[in-house]
């Protein structure tokens, strides 16, 4: 999952179907305005629980069940481990995500630091790489989890700075039950950051809402780059099985986003992709981009995913406010 996850931060796109569909809605017409839907949550909607996400929270499916978070600030990652019962200071590295994720063969040089009480900074190298890249990764033990903060440097001041921006990130972090949703703060996966890094911050979540649906959310800080609208494509001739049923402006929880959403035949039914992008305020940690990406395969009735999709959309709102 953290493979996807990778794509989703250095693409911002699927692949596959999402992208060939990308590709051939971004060349076609938008339909007339008084084809976009309204704000507003279809009649007789269900609400799910609310997913939090960064600087950003929406209600999702009740069937929905999330398989794979990332996240990341300052350029370090950020992992949530559960650590069973009983386990002590001293068993920590046992549990590190990063150290305990590869093969241990290919590590050299653990050094374990006490930090404080409950935290701990480990530093090793992969014999693979240059001697001069070391991992450093800070992990604090919290009541039932363990959070970690993760980069890769190289040289003592890069470290140094490496290692005093984890513990400040791990010391900010307080655990959360998953369907719990704070005020403020940065949420990842079971915990929340009491802090901020502007332009430096990306979550991301897959969650799988039913039979051959998936739904993609990511955000991240807007370094000062514009991001491209949805609807601005480039030149070329879409195939002529794809279908665009929506596309241009589109307002979700109080941000002038962008919607696309696409079909193509399959047998009897169709694929879908459903997209909304925000692209987010320049440098702001408050108003990061955001985007939400439905993929729906051999669907037999369109209306329904389009009606759950508004649903999620009318649902989105900016935490804090």
Not at 4 to 33: S, V, Y
Not at 37 to 44: E, L, S
Not at 108 to 134: E, H, K, M, Y
Not at 284 to 309: F, K, N, Q, T
């Amino acid at each position: 999952m953290n493979a996807t996850m990778e794509r989703m931060k250095r693409c911002w796109l699927g692949a596959g179907m999402a992208a060939a569909l990308i590709a051939a809605g971004c060349a076609q017409k938008t339909p007339p305005a008084g084809q976009m839907p309204a704000t507003a949550a279809p009649r007789g909607a269900a609400p799910g629980p609310e997913l939090c996400l960064g600087r950003y929270a929406l209600r999702v499916p009740a069937r929905a069940r999330v398989v794979g978070r990332d996240q990341s600030m300052a350029r370090l990652g950020l992992r949530v481990r559960d650590l069973p019962p009983g386990t002590t200071r001293d068993d920590l590295p046992n549990h590190a995500p990063w150290l305990t994720a590869a093969d241990l063969n290919t590590r050299t040089g653990l050094t374990t630091t006490q930090l404080a009480p409950d935290t701990l900074l480990l530093t090793w190298r992969a014999t693979n790489r240059d001697a001069a890249i070391v991992d450093t990764e800070v992990v604090r033990m919290l009541p039932g989890v363990l959070i970690a903060a993760h980069g890769r440097g190289e040289g003592t001041t890069n470290l140094a700075a490496q290692r005093d921006t984890a513990l400040a990130l791990v010391q900010a972090a307080v655990p959360r039950p998953e369907a719990e949703v704070p005020a403020g703060g940065f949420c990842i996966d079971r915990a929340v950051i009491n802090r901020g890094f502007a332009g430096e911050e990306f979550a991301g979540a897959v969650l799988d809402i039913g039979r051959d649906q998936r739904l993609f959310a990511t955000t991240r800080s807007n370094g000062g780059e514009v991001g491209p609208r949805l609807s601005d494509g480039g030149p070329g001739t879409a195939p002529p099985d794809v279908s665009v049923l929506r596309a241009g402006p589109r307002n979700a929880g109080g941000q002038a986003g962008d919607e696309l959403v696409l079909s193509r035949p399959r047998s009897r039914n169709q694929d879908m992709l459903l997209m909304w992008r925000f692209v987010g305020m320049p440098n702001s940690g408050a108003e990061p981009a955001l985007e939400l990406r439905l993929e729906a395969s051999d669907v037999a009735a369109p209306e329904a995913v389009i009606a759950e999709w508004d649903a999620i959309l009318a649902s989105l709102r900016r935490r804090g406010d």
